[in-house]
């Protein structure tokens, strides 16, 4: 279905959860999120980052810890409790949350009794009139205690980490859960009334064969995920030291990678889910990301495709980033310094970038294009970009009509090489991101 064009993968590129991205921010003073909060209006969206893991596996790039100290947990939740009324007490009125989403880390690190207490403090600062609520789960420490907790909150929405079924993969990225763990979680998340349930699964993972990944996602469908998001292993222990842990000699290559990421469209696409880009899935009907898809009306932020339609996301905890349409601004992303911050009643944004008219205008095009495939350009952005594209154009996987810009279905595994001919912060010799596919 797809043809393999190394040339067109030889750069990585960003994931645009964000346009400029994360790569771009620099300093960045508070003041200007202190005036971004303060003139918030309408819908806003919340996200709580819990930078702890009961384990850590080798493969993550998150800024995540071990929780095994307990005081040091406990001072971070008295930091984020601080955080929580003061950026509540600088919104104004008129805002209302309708999306809170609960990432990490592992929010289940937390002990079901210290989460209440964070749910509590948002409700009683935050005026949250029935805010949809999700949160990412590691299966290895969900207990029914934490259940419980998922149903007196009204949780409708769990992401679980599953990356791959396949033992001797599990083992090389430091992830050994069983089947039957994860269909235990699976059985006491639907008992507590969640309704979307998302797996997370990898590719080029070491030691993985087609034939692992094909039983990986058969497993998935049968355990009747209603969303899946099959991403490829970025394998950069310069950036991530951890990743030194796994076995570098047996990653396949890229063209087995983008086999991989093949076979996975193809498999879900064929077996009951709607594709999201090239690397997202979800059940047609009742599924809001997948009515969203059909609607036009995907959007793209930092928790990747969304249906949210808010422009306005405000993270909490350490290195969480809030978005606004002319700022996006990044809390301390030392826990430590985090914890200091936060505790001392003072904005921990410190890093970030303020958004131009041609940023928004170019995450706006970038944005469109990696949600519906395609996007409107001005005369100038079709000058600019009219030499990057012809390698795409020539190869029948874009084209231009008058000033339309579609991926077509062959082109959607270079979607966000495409993306990328439209970051203008993007330097030939720039900075390392992950494989495209």
């Given amino acids: 279905m797809w043809t393999y064009y190394p040339d067109l993968l030889a750069k990585p590129v960003p994931r645009y959860t964000s346009y400029p991205t994360a790569a771009e921010f620099g300093?960045?003073?508070?003041?200007?999120?202190?005036?971004?909060?303060?003139?918030?209006?309408?819908?806003?969206?919340?996200?709580?980052?819990?930078?702890?893991?009961?384990?850590?596996?080798?493969?993550?790039?998150?800024?995540?810890?071990?929780?095994?100290?307990?005081?040091?947990?406990?001072?971070?939740?008295?930091?984020?409790?601080?955080?929580?009324?003061?950026?509540?007490?600088?919104?104004?009125?008129?805002?209302?949350?309708?999306?809170?989403?609960?990432?990490?880390?592992?929010?289940?690190?937390?002990?079901?009794?210290?989460?209440?207490?964070?749910?509590?403090?948002?409700f009683f600062n935050f005026a949250a009139p029935d805010p949809t609520i999700s949160i990412e789960l590691d299966p290895r420490t969900m207990t029914r205690e934490w259940a419980a907790a998922i149903e007196r909150v009204g949780i409708e929405r769990a992401s679980l980490g599953v990356q791959t079924f396949a033992t001797h993969c599990q083992e090389g990225i430091g992830r050994v859960q069983s089947e039957d763990c994860i269909v235990q979680t699976v059985d006491w998340l639907r008992d507590a009334g969640v309704t979307s349930l998302n797996f997370d699964l990898m590719y080029g993972l070491p030691g993985q064969l087609m034939r692992d990944l094909e039983d990986s996602l058969q497993r998935t469908r049968v355990l009747g995920a209603d969303r899946v998001a099959l991403f490829g292993y970025a394998h950069v222990p310069h950036i991530v030291p951890r990743q030194r842990a796994i076995d570098d000699s047996n990653l396949p290559d890229q063209r087995q990678r983008f086999a991989m990421a093949e076979l996975g469209y193809t498999y879900f696409a064929t077996h009951g889910y709607v594709p999201i880009g090239f690397d997202h899935f979800a059940k047609p009907g009742g599924d809001p990301l997948a009515r969203a898809a059909f609607e036009g009306k995907l959007r793209r932020n930092f928790q990747g495709f969304t249906d949210d339609p808010s422009d306005?996301?405000?993270?909490?905890?350490?290195?969480?980033?809030?978005?606004?349409?002319?700022?996006?601004?990044?809390?301390?992303?030392?826990?430590?310094?985090?914890?200091?911050?936060?505790?001392?009643?003072?904005?921990?944004?410190?890093?970030?970038?303020?958004?131009?008219?041609?940023?928004?205008?170019?995450?706006?095009?970038?944005?469109?294009?990696?949600?519906?495939?395609?996007?409107?350009?001005?005369?100038?952005?079709?000058?600019?970009?009219?030499?990057?594209?012809?390698?795409?154009?020539?190869?029948?996987?874009?084209?231009v009509d008058r000033q339309w810009l579609d991926i077509l279905p062959e082109g959607l595994p270079y979607a966000r090489t495409v993306a990328a001919i439209f970051d203008r912060y993007r330097q030939p010799q720039g900075r390392v991101f992950s494989s495209a596919v």
């Fill in 312 to 399: 306005i996301l405000i993270g909490l905890g350490a290195s969480a980033i809030s978005s606004f349409p002319h700022l996006l601004a990044q809390n301390e992303k030392n826990s430590g310094r985090y914890r200091m911050i936060a505790s001392q009643d003072q904005l921990a944004a410190n890093r970030g970038i303020r958004r131009t008219a041609d940023d928004r205008y170019r995450a706006a095009v970038i944005e469109q294009l990696l949600c519906q495939g395609r996007a409107q350009l001005g005369a100038c952005l079709m000058r600019e970009a009219s030499e990057a594209l012809r390698p795409f154009l020539d190869r029948g996987l874009a084209s």
């Fill in 27 to 122: 300093e960045l003073d508070p003041d200007h999120y202190r005036q971004a909060l303060r003139h918030a209006d309408g819908d806003v969206s919340l996200y709580i980052h819990i930078p702890f893991c009961e384990k850590i596996c080798f493969y993550c790039g998150c800024n995540t810890a071990a929780a095994g100290r307990r005081q040091r947990l406990e001072s971070y939740l008295d930091a984020l409790h601080h955080e929580i009324v003061h950026v509540a007490s600088l919104l104004p009125p008129s805002t209302r949350i309708r999306r809170i989403s609960f990432g990490g880390g592992s929010p289940n690190a937390l002990a079901p009794d210290d989460f209440q207490r964070v749910v509590d403090a948002l």
